[in-house]
């Protein structure tokens, strides 16, 4: 089973360098923990230590993020994920490796998420007001005369 497992994931790295990335110009630097395995396909010539640091860095925010990270966490808030490492990489080049720095970066832009989703649920705050009156009190309320204006070419 070990051995099946391990011979398709080489066959695997293998299609994916030679077919889709291009050949030796590219490695793959991966890392397993636990059931998830993390994949960075990097230059020939950047350092795997480096890469697999930068790995590390970018699982233990994650694990803070979601509080022990798992497959359903990345696959069903795989926007945050994506924001997560945007943090860490943008355009090839590593932007930051200080977890604080990144986890205080992502819980400043949950606030911005919560005001503006609070923002755009006022349409409906307000009818829910508006199912919730109390018709009777309504009723009993004395509104003053209001006189309309005349329309003079208005027609019904």
């Known amino acids: 089973m070990i051995e099946c497992i391990y011979g398709s994931f080489t066959l695997l790295l293998r299609f994916v360098i030679f077919s889709l990335i291009g050949g030796s110009d590219y490695k793959l630097i991966y ?3 636990a059931t998830l395995y993390f994949v960075f ?6 350092s795997e230590l480096g ?7 970018f699982v233990e925010t994650l694990d803070k993020c979601f509080e ?5 966490d990345m696959i069903f808030h795989v926007d ?22 990144i986890v205080m970066r992502i819980e400043e832009q949950q606030k911005v998420e919560k005001h503006e989703a609070g923002i755009s649920s006022a349409p409906g705050r307000a009818m829910n007001a508006v199912k919730n009156i109390d018709l009777s009190q309504i009723k009993d309320m004395k509104f003053p005369d209001v ?6 070419n208005f027609k019904l």
């Open 31 to 33: 890392r397993h923990y």
């Open 41 to 46: 396909c990097v230059d020939s010539s950047e």
């Open 80 to 101: 945050k994920v994506h924001h997560i490492l945007d943090e860490i990489v943008m355009g090839g080049m590593v932007l930051e490796t200080s977890m604080t720095e």
């Open 68 to 72: 022990n990270v798992c497959e359903l």
């Open 147 to 152: 006189q309309l204006p005349a329309f003079k």
């Open 51 to 57: 890469i697999l640091d930068l790995i590390q860095v």
